[in-house]
């Protein structure tokens, strides 16, 4: 069921996405709190979930890969009720249940109220995306940082790169370009307000392939599930030109 004040948006190409955020009386599945993700104890079982539909001993690999589902699968229907509808929902580490289908994957995420709308205008894109930026995806890839070697630039380049994708999605679906100028300015600005690298920054690069042809989109990083058995590298990946030793090329390559 959709969460009623979010209804308006999941039409067209959103539509995928209706039931992807759930309330507390809405869904009565079993759900993992967010944070308990991050425990060593969460982690462990985590990765053993989806070790029984996506074999492999690399957990950097296997990390990195449920991640992007995780991303995905949050921030379209967040992001997209942050910039249509204006309204900030719930989406703290601390705050939300993460409900998980047969495959140990994301399947839905049960907040705990249906948000509000913002009361002040937010103050630029750190401001809008706090939320989801400061208390649910950078405690999520910190905790998992801690616990297994992948690299922070990796994990945030999962998220980054849907947030791109979703921009650019939104615009060629008609969004008006004043009601997306924070979106872009997030991906676009290398640095936060205070300073510190923005780890959202500049999320993937369009190479030019020639005239007549639509430039590729290519990833700044690579999500390394090519360290995984059976999986090639992505169509974006940035090793697609010089593939690492033993990696498996898509078969459109």
């Given at each position: 069921m959709t969460i009623p004040a979010l209804a308006p948006l999941f039409t067209g190409d959103f539509e995928h996405y209706r039931h992807m955020l759930v309330l507390p009386g809405q869904d009565q599945r079993k759900g993992v709190a967010a944070r308990d993700l991050v425990s060593p104890d969460g982690l462990a079982w985590l990765l053993s979930e989806y070790r029984r539909v996506q074999p492999g001993d690399d957990d950097r690999a296997l990390l990195s890969l449920w991640s992007r589902y995780y991303f995905v699968k949050l921030t379209v229907p967040v992001v997209a009720a942050n910039l249509v509808l204006g309204r900030e929902l719930p989406?703290?580490?601390?705050?939300?249940?993460?409900?998980?289908?047969?495959?140990?994957?994301?399947?839905?995420?049960?907040?705990?109220?249906?948000?509000?709308?913002?009361?002040?205008?937010?103050?630029?894109?750190?401001?809008?995306?706090?939320?989801?930026?400061?208390?649910?995806?950078?405690?999520?890839?910190?905790?998992?940082?801690?616990?297994?070697?992948?690299?922070?630039?990796?994990?945030?380049?999962?998220?980054?790169?849907?947030?791109?994708?979703?921009?650019?999605?939104?615009?060629?679906?008609?969004?008006?370009?004043?009601?997306?100028?924070?979106?872009?300015?997030?991906?676009?600005?290398?640095?936060?307000?205070?300073?510190?690298?923005?780890?959202?920054?500049?999320?993937?690069?369009?190479?030019?392939?020639?005239?007549?042809?639509?430039?590729?989109?290519?990833?700044?990083?690579?999500?390394?599930?090519?360290?995984?058995?059976?999986?090639?590298?992505?169509?974006?990946c940035p090793h697609i030109d010089r593939p690492p030793k033993g990696a498996l090329l898509p078969e459109s390559a």
């Open positions: 989406v703290s580490l601390d705050r939300i249940e993460v409900i998980l289908d047969d495959d140990g994957l994301p399947e839905a995420f049960r907040l705990p109220d249906e948000g509000r709308p913002f009361q002040v205008a937010p103050d630029g894109p750190f401001d809008r995306f706090r939320e989801l930026l400061d208390h649910n995806f950078e405690p999520l890839i910190e905790g998992w940082c801690q616990q297994v070697k992948v690299s922070r630039r990796v994990l945030w380049n999962n998220a980054a790169n849907y947030f791109e994708w979703l921009i650019s999605t939104m615009s060629s679906a008609g969004i008006p370009d004043a009601s997306l100028e924070d979106g872009r300015q997030l991906i676009a600005r290398q640095q936060r307000p205070d300073g510190r690298p923005n780890p959202m920054a500049s999320p993937v690069r369009y190479v030019e392939q020639g005239e007549g042809c639509e430039p590729m989109r290519q990833r700044r990083h690579c999500c390394i599930r090519y360290r995984l058995p059976d999986l090639p590298l992505c169509r974006n």
